[in-house]
């Protein structure tokens, strides 16, 4: 079973996967996104990094999709992962316009038919205020001249993406703005009860091999 967490920048998807792991006995597979060396310069100035950043992230996801997470599901692991692989083109669709984006999109589709899709999708929501919170407290160097704007866009495409325009693996959709699954454990298994409710409507049984769920 291959369980992808999606949502906006600080909506705590990391976080979940990492808590997540041991109670589905799975293997995690986290994005490697402090690599990206035009990082830090795209918060400063968007305009002029956007496509050199862009493009580093899809190509950086491409070659740990097809190795790894290919090689893990092929293997028989239980997998869960802290982004999807289309999620690059909605920071693209955002950040790249005119001959730069038509050109990314290019290259995104050829890679994207050769990626293995998720068994579920677990999209975390939270409204763009709390989003901003939790980017301030983690406290990142390179994210702390990131606009609020950004976030707000990013959300709207995030909810446009899956609300209107989505086709693809079964999607399990939790708002998190009441949520705190670091600090309160009943957050985290209401979290994980929702997960294999979900889980079980999709394989059509009763009962999963992930591990035990925690009342």
């Known amino acids: 079973m291959y369980i992808a967490i999606e949502g906006v920048i600080g909506v705590g998807k990391t976080t979940l996967a990492r808590m997540l792991q041991p109670r589905f006995l799975a293997e995690l597979q986290l994005e490697v996104f402090e690599e990206n060396p035009f990082l830090a310069d795209f918060y400063s100035d968007r305009e002029r990094y956007a496509f050199q950043t862009q493009i580093f992230f899809l190509l950086s996801r491409y070659h740990q999709q097809r190795k790894s997470v290919k090689e893990m599901v092929a293997n028989g692991f239980h997998l869960i992962t802290d982004y999807t692989f289309a999620k690059d083109a909605l920071f693209a669709s955002i950040n790249l316009k005119g001959d730069e984006l038509e050109m990314y999109y290019r290259v995104h589709e050829a890679l994207g038919e050769k990626v293995r899709l998720p068994d579920l999708i677990v999209y975390l929501q939270a409204d763009t205020e709390v989003l901003m919170q939790r980017i301030a407290m983690r406290d990142r160097s390179y994210e702390r001249n990131m606009e609020i704007s950004y976030i707000e866009d990013l959300n ?25 699954f670091v600090k309160n454990h009943e957050h985290l298994d209401l979290i994980d009860r929702m997960i294999r409710s979900k889980l079980t409507l999709i394989l059509k049984q009763d009962t999963l091999p992930l591990g035990k769920a925690t009342n």
């Open 156 to 180: 709207k495409a995030y909810d446009d993406h899956f609300k209107h325009h989505y086709q693809g693996p079964p999607v399990l959709e939790i708002c998190t703005n009441e949520l705190d």
